[in-house]
């Protein structure tokens, strides 16, 4: 499920999915992170890759279980989805607790951050799988699983290489803007989504639906820009949708920027 290789189908007008009413889906952004918080005070990327959440977001993702438990009427869910990046599968396990041991738990790249600043730069799977043994990977078929939303790849990409991940991250402070995400591979990623969401029969029987991602993928989803931790009903946005909700630059920094 969630593999990166995505249709070349427009994300144009369709008609809106048909959820069924005793669904819900809930999309939770991470916790305050250490790039966030280094954005704040620098009001510049800080070039930290793939940053862990600062105490703060520790404190706020186990302060967002009981507003989830809301979110969902009361009952756990019962299928969680999460991005690959560690601040939100921190975020995943604080929240959950030990309900991660017992809920399924799909690690996608389809609910990734858009790739355009140096937090969106993840980890190799081996490490993620030896940190989060509970979650399921197999989603992630490349072990430098981000670059799969890049098109095209860097160049003499070889994965599982620690040599090759360092130059990334040298390459990426040269030239960070040769690694944004098209905007247009983003939308298709929220498109296939609510497609998984509402249509796919590996979905469709789970009935309270919970997604661990960022504040971007969020508004593209549900049109609503979250701060750090914010639980989002998003089961009428997945009902009505039609595309993602667009931002242009000026939208994105008067608005994501205030709640980095």
Known sequence: FCSMVLESATVDQRPAMHVPEARCFVMVRHGESEWNRANKAL???PMIFDPRLTELGRAQARGARARLLEATGGAPPDL????????????????????QDTVPV??????????????DIGRPVAELREEFPSADFTALTNELWWLDSLIPRPRDVLPNS????????DEYRQAPRRFDEPLEHADQRVTQLV?????????????RVVVFTHGDFIYRTCGKWVGNCDVVD??????????????????YWGNASKLM
């Open 43 to 45: 009001k510049k990327d």
């Open 80 to 99: 969680v989805l999460v991005s690959p990046l560690t601040r939100a599968l921190h975020t995943m396990a604080l929240v959950l607790g030990p309900l």
């Open 106 to 119: 799909r690690v996608t790249p389809l609910v990734s951050e858009v790739l355009l600043d140096s937090c």
């Open 162 to 169: 620690r040599e090759t991940l360092a130059r990334l991250y």
């Open 195 to 207: 497609r998984y969401l509402t249509q796919d029969p590996a979905c469709t029987p789970y009935k």
């Open 234 to 251: 998003a089961m009428e946005s997945v009902a009505r949708f039609t595309k993602p909700h667009a931002w242009d630059k000026a939208n």
